[in-house]
């Protein structure tokens, strides 16, 4: 039996993954229903009908007034649609994830496991039992992983009809998730060192013309953000001061100096509690929460996917414990913590900050550096050890993530 399941590594891999996320956040959809800002678009939908839908947005974000009436469109009323249309689009940026480090490291099983794990997993976005209010931040997280996973592939690929192919979808997946959420631009950052690892690894270039072939490759993109900044700052005007472009700008422009200072503290501040105290602060404030009866389910269902991970672990995908995979990681995490830093930074600069009870959403953005920024520490740390550790932040992440939901599904 488990030679046959080795055999079949890819598909048991695909079954693993997408296992491991439907108990994580699956399991207590059928308790969960509609909370806090859930509300205004379902009143929305049901008096005025889609066009009542697209109208709540057109004074922030007009054209996520779109998605919500497509989703509106598709799901209703209904709260057990929402829960599994936000679940699904969850799958897919866990699928995504998948195919992107099979492409970027094809031979490193430990790394793509502990990333796609830790990433599955991460403790700070909480906010996916508020379904239908935030489905959106998953799409939207979705499509961009997808975009840069399509980009590489066309870098990698060699047949030219494939390559036009995945980068076109690449393009039109940038230009679709930027205008839903405008602080997700940040990953275009990473699309770009991203872009810029897949050149040197394929040709060998030096860093000037290997720069040179990405900046080229990403023209594309670049002009599709370019005209989006440009419409969101000269073309469109938002009602709301914390997505208002030239309130921004102004206050930028009086108080530089202090707007300086508070950029670099509050981005040291932001990357600490996005990569380092969100395994803690957030576990701790859910079981604060939770009586003794969600407490130990919180606490069986983890031990369960604890197990599951590591039977595939030791057995299924056994992972290498070569010295190569030690000593190639230093870089792992120097690409982990500057994508942590580059997708929180539009966030930072538009005076948004990470803090813990509601606003931990805002490192989901992030959520992959994290991911890269662990494994690659984890990797110095001798096999089982880090295996160990490895299955201990698991266990945090989807003690935390069931807890949540337990606390939502309580209200």
Known sequence: MLEYLKKHSTIVSLIFFGLITIITYGLLIPQLGYYQDDWYLIWAGQTGG???VIALFTTDRPFMGWVYAFDYKLLGDGILGWHLWALLLKLVGVYGVYWLLQMLWPKEKFLKISVLLLFIVYPGFLS???ANTFQNHLLTYGAAIWSIAFGVAAIKFERKTVRVLFFLASVALTALYLPIYEYMIGLEGAKIILFWMVYQKKYSDNFKSSLKKVGLWYLPHLVVSLIFLYWRFFLFESSRITTNEATLLSNYQSNLGPSLLRLVVEIVKDFIDTVVHVWSFTLYKNFDMADYADFGQAILIA???VG?????????????????????NNKLIWLGAGIVVITLLPMVIAGRNVRFGGF????????LGVALLITGVLSYIRPRM???????LLFVGVATQVSNAQNWADL
């Open 50 to 52: 889609l066009s009542d």
């Open 128 to 130: 996916q039992p508020i």
């Open 303 to 305: 031990i369960i996917v």
């Open 308 to 328: 599951i991970s590591a039977f595939f672990l030791f057995n299924i995908n056994r992972t290498e414990s070569t010295a190569d995979f030690w000593q190639k």
């Open 360 to 367: 931990e959403r805002y490192t989901l953005q992030a959520s």
């Open 386 to 392: 880090r295996e160990a550790l490895l299955l201990a």
